[in-house]
């Protein structure tokens, strides 16, 4: 029954490898798209390594990639909004129960029935979800995504989880033309927010611990960039931030960066460190600052961005690799040498 060429991972020390796995016939609902690009997000290596067993273990084998853009194949009878030939995207979710009080306000991601991508258990075969790093998926058309046409389609992957991660918590907290809005971390996730941040019409100033990159954040789109180290530059911005995007996922001293939000501004973290942040209460009582997180975004919210994107041409930094070399960019990844994310040209899995 194994219909569809794959990679995934036998367990938490092997490599991924090629395989073949099932997708289902579409159902009257379902969309079936060929995968051209699926982006490498951080938390498919978590994943595939099992880091996340206290509040996810992973069940093996596991097919990870949830940033995927691709072409419709096939369609279910009552399929409305896609047709063959069709470009379309999925993100990191594939279902909800879509009635409960989340899903009703268009923020799947909290649906306490949401079905990730991957490891996620399947409702249609049994099993758990299998990802991107596919040939094919099936996904019913309220999780499926338009991708507008003119954007580039390996750059466009990730914008399914690195993109909708950091325009997210940028809409909510008002980033608009004249905010001034800081981005910590410059990798995948933030070098989108950078761009994203630019083209609200943001003041944008990027914090980073390596001042090599202080080149390419002004190219990005950064109005200004500060090296975190010197103690000197950071007092300047003191208490001056509308908003501030944290999206370091090592460890780090967030209290630096609380204290140069300006009263009843938001720093938003978006990246996930192992080990708990201490938070001097201090820097949140003096100038009611706030401190929130965010996760992903709704589908609509999903399609607003890409639909942003296509307007302003944004896309992330990519460097293309066949699958066959995802192993090794995952070593990569973790060593943060990757300008800005690695996008899977899928149609190197065809000839495994
Ligand atoms: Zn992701
Ligand atoms: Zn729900």
């Known amino acids: 029954m194994n219909n569809t060429k794959a990679y995934s991972a036998a367990g938490a020390t092997s490599p991924l490898a090629s395989t073949k796995i099932n997708r289902r016939d579409p159902t009257e609902h379902d969309v079936q798209i060929e995968i051209l690009f ?134 909510r907290w ?52 500060v090296v975190s180290r010197d103690a000197n530059e950071m007092q300047k911005h003191t208490g001056s931030f509308d908003f501030i995007l944290d999206a370091v996922s090592a460890h780090h001293d967030i209290n630096a960066y609380i204290n140069l939000v300006r009263p009843d501004g938001t720093i938003t973290i978006v990246g996930a460190p192992e080990k708990p942040l201490a938070v001097s209460a201090f820097s949140l009582l003096i100038g009611r600052r706030n401190l929130s997180g965010s996760l992903i975004g709704g589908i609509k919210e999903t399609q607003e961005m890409l639909d942003f994107c296509g307007k302003h041409n944004i896309t992330a930094d990519v460097e293309v690799i066949p699958i066959q070399k995802v192993n090794e960019a995952y070593e990569r990844l973790l060593k943060a040498d990757v300008k800005y994310r690695f996008s899977i040209d899928m149609a190197s899995l065809k000839s495994e």
């Not at 083209?199 to 990027?206: P, Q």
């Open 174 to 225: 008002g980033v608009t033309k004249g905010r001034k809005v800081g981005v910590v971390g410059l990798g995948g996730l933030g070098h989108m927010a950078v761009k994203f941040a630019h083209a609200f019409g943001a003041h944008v100033v990027v914090f980073t611990t390596s001042p090599g990159k202080k080149a390419d954040a002004l190219r990005l789109g950064a109005d200004e960039v």
């Open 38 to 171: 699926c982006g490498v997000c951080h938390s498919d290596v978590h994943q595939v390594r099992n880091e996340w067993s206290s509040v996810m273990p992973t069940v093996y084998p596991i097919v990870p990639g949830h940033e995927m853009v691709g072409r419709v194949t096939r369609i279910g009878r009552a399929v409305a909004k896609y047709k063959p030939g069709d470009l379309a995207a999925v993100g990191c979710m594939v279902d909800s129960d879509g009635n409960c009080p989340h899903c009703q306000s268009g923020l799947e991601q909290f649906c306490p029935n949401m079905i990730l991508t991957f490891n996620s258990p399947d409702r249609h075969l049994g099993g758990v979800t299998y990802g991107g790093y596919s040939e094919t998926i099936v996904v019913d058309e309220r999780f499926v995504l338009r991708v507008p046409p003119n954007l580039n389609l390996a750059g466009a992957a990730p914008l399914l989880c690195a993109g909708i991660t950091t325009f997210s918590p940028m809409r």
